[in-house]
């Protein structure tokens, strides 16, 4: 069983900063990756960011570029997103997700690459 934790969410004013975290946990918890997603109310989940476990290659959707930093701590089993310079449209439920297995190639932004997945934490970003 896996688990994932996020935690770390709130409210921040605009072109403030908020740093989200996610701890994974379980006896059968290994990653190949790990990632962030987002949805905000009314709109599909979309990429923000991802990074490899083994070699901490990183991936970031334009929105998040220059803004966000991802980071990984693999004796904890953690994941880290800070978020600088946040912006309403920032607002979203942030999910964290694991690619547990390994083999073909990691498309980072792809959900479907993800076999676990958290319970989402809020960021409330307002104007």
């Known amino acids: 069983q896996v688990q994932l934790v996020e935690s770390g969410g709130g409210s921040v004013q605009a072109g403030g900063s908020l740093t989200v975290s996610c701890a994974g946990s379980g006896r059968s918890f290994s990653a190949d990756g790990m990632g962030w997603f987002r949805q905000a109310a009314g709109k599909e989940r979309e990429f923000v960011s991802a990074i490899t476990w083994s070699d901490g290659r990183q991936d970031y959707a334009s929105f998040a570029k220059g803004r966000f930093v991802i980071s990984r701590d693999v004796s904890k089993g953690t994941v880290h997103l800070q978020m600088n310079r946040l912006k309403p449209e920032d607002t979203a439920v942030y999910y964290c997700?694991?690619?547990?297995?390994?083999?073909?190639?990691?498309?980072?932004?792809?959900?479907?690459?993800?076999?676990?997945w958290g319970q989402g934490t809020q960021v409330t970003v307002s104007s």
């Open positions: 997700a694991v690619r547990s297995y390994r083999g073909r190639a990691f498309r980072m932004s792809d959900a479907l690459e993800y076999d676990h």
